[in-house]
């Protein structure tokens, strides 16, 4: 049987999809590498991309992110990444899911997220969670909030506090006694009532270094009296002193800027007051120039009276007709 002419043919007259299904039904003699990659781009049926996974698993596995690297502009990974998980072969093509992982495709994160779980590779998958979050956080947040290593358990208070759930973040920083990252939270959480929960479950365990640390990372937040009241009750004065130093002098500062902005008020009422009122009245004809005062009207001309003369400098007297005798 002469397969690898049948093969060159189908690749002449541009008959792929029949050229790579003849490769795959004949392998030990129609099969090349380099030549069914070169083919298997050109195919019209993509059923064939799975076809030649399939294949490839199977007689040639070793070469199987290749093939998949070379599929890639047409393959459908959600697809793909359900195939591989169904067969139990996700861990084979991890360096296939590294390279579309650009992507931030669901399927391909979830499932190297957790490829890199079993692998116990808690900074890859780090950095995975902040590479691309295109994922179920919370579902990942829960399974990993039960995992053995407290990396991981990490990563979850992690999660909870990148999904606003700040209170079960910090109650599992303090229940692996993670003080720093419950800190760090509940400063983010801009929340009072959980900095003010955590400070009292210091003082509780009797953490009294962390409680004048986390005096200073929740300085904002707490309320000086309460913070007060509670180094009061547990005697320990010395650690709160520090930040209610700070405290007073952040208060002075503002009643010395209240005083300095009341002073230069009162100056300007002051001054305000001490200005003589000057009222805009309107100029007086008498006082107005020459340019400004109007002509005053003219009175009309009397009427001659009847019988007098009709012009100045005629004489008076019955007007006359006709020639004078």
């Given at each position: ?157 992690y999660l909870y506090k990148g999904n606003n ?161």
């Amino acid at each position: 049987h002469l397969w690898p002419e049948l093969v060159f043919l189908y690749d002449k007259y541009e008959e792929y999809d029949n050229a790579i299904i003849a490769m795959m039904n004949h392998p030990t003699e129609a099969w090349k590498e380099s030549q069914f990659k070169d083919i298997i781009t050109k195919v019209a049926n993509i059923e064939l991309y799975y076809k030649a996974i399939q294949f490839y698993l199977d007689f040639k596995p070793l070469l199987l992110n290749d093939l998949l690297m070379v599929l890639t502009p047409r393959l459908d990974h959600t697809r793909a990444v359900n195939f591989f998980i169904k067969v139990k072969q996700i861990s084979l093509v991890k360096p296939y899911l590294r390279s579309v992982q650009k992507n931030n495709n669901k399927a391909i994160n979830e499932a190297l997220n957790n490829l890199l779980i079993e692998e116990e590779d808690y900074q890859g998958l780090q950095a995975s969670i902040d590479g691309y979050e295109n994922f179920d956080n919370i579902m990942l947040a829960q399974r990993l909030e039960k995992h053995e290593l407290i990396e991981f358990r990490r990563i979850a208070a992690y999660l909870y506090k990148g999904n606003n759930r700040w209170k079960q973040s910090v109650d599992l920083c303090k229940k692996d006694k993670l003080f720093k990252d419950a800190m760090c939270y509940a400063s983010e959480s801009r929340d009072t009532g959980i900095a003010e929960d955590l400070i009292a479950w210091f003082l509780e365990n009797q953490y009294h270094e962390c409680f004048a640390a986390s005096l200073f990372q929740c300085y904002d937040l707490l309320r000086p009296d309460v913070i007060l009241e509670l180094a009061w009750r547990h005697n320990i004065m010395d650690f709160a002193m520090p930040y209610m130093i700070q405290v007073v002098r952040e208060y002075i500062s503002k009643v010395d800027k209240l005083e300095q902005a009341e002073n230069v008020r009162s100056e300007e009422e002051q001054k305000a007051e001490e200005r003589p009122i000057v009222f805009a009245e309107p100029q007086l004809m008498l006082t107005a120039g020459p340019s400004n005062m109007m002509p005053p009207p003219q009175a009309p001309s009397p009427q001659p009276p009847y019988g007098g003369p009709a012009y100045p400098g005629m004489g008076g007297g019955v007007p006359t007709y006709g020639y004078s005798m």
